[in-house]
């Protein structure tokens, strides 16, 4: 099983970066997916999570409004929109994959995750 993040990158606060993590040798449509992010020296923390057919989603409060999950089963795709970005956002930034109908906040209920991408927000 791959999960490979991508769309990282340096950008200034107020602005928007669309990550997205490509899945492959999982049966993606079993999996709720999510994102998390490890900022330096803090834990790693739940972002975003979608369930399996997508029709649920939930958030982090600092991230609410702001941010929006989506997933494409038929490409094995899910894709996290960061808008209105904030310094406080600046993290490395993990997909995960859990196969469970909804998704948790909980890291140890992920049994897949990606190597990570990192997002800088300067001010």
């Known amino acids: 099983v791959q999960l490979q993040a991508s769309g990282g990158g340096l950008v200034q606060a107020g602005k928007s970066l669309r990550l997205a993590c490509a899945s492959s040798?999982?049966?993606?449509?079993?999996?709720?997916m999510s994102w998390f992010r490890q900022a330096p020296g803090k834990e790693r923390q739940f972002v975003a999570g979608i369930s399996r057919g997508g029709g649920d989603t939930s958030y982090a409060d600092s991230v609410k409004g702001r941010f929006t999950i989506s997933r494409d089963n038929a490409k094995n795709t899910v894709t996290l929109q960061m808008n209105s970005l904030k310094p406080e956002d600046t993290a490395v930034y993990f997909c995960a994959a859990a196969f469970s109908l909804a998704p948790s906040v909980a890291p140890s209920m992920y049994a897949y995750w990606g190597r990570g991408t990192l997002v800088t927000v300067s001010s």
């Open positions: 040798g999982l049966t993606f449509s079993h999996a709720a």
